[in-house]
């Protein structure tokens, strides 16, 4: 039995996390710090300018981040 959380995995949806996607949102904590955010799964990125989101394996695309 599958929990109700996990997703099959198609190849569409496989390749869809190797096409790149446009970083272009930040959260701005209450101490000022800003961290970009996963164009997928939303959670904040530990560093900015990374390749791939490190929690969901998104590849990232930063050219219109800070902009």
Known sequence: MRHKTEEII???????????MMVTESFVCAEGYEYPVCPRCGITLEREYQAYCDRCGQALDWKKYGR
């Open 10 to 20: 198609t190849p569409e949806i496989a390749l869809s996390y190797r096409l790149s």
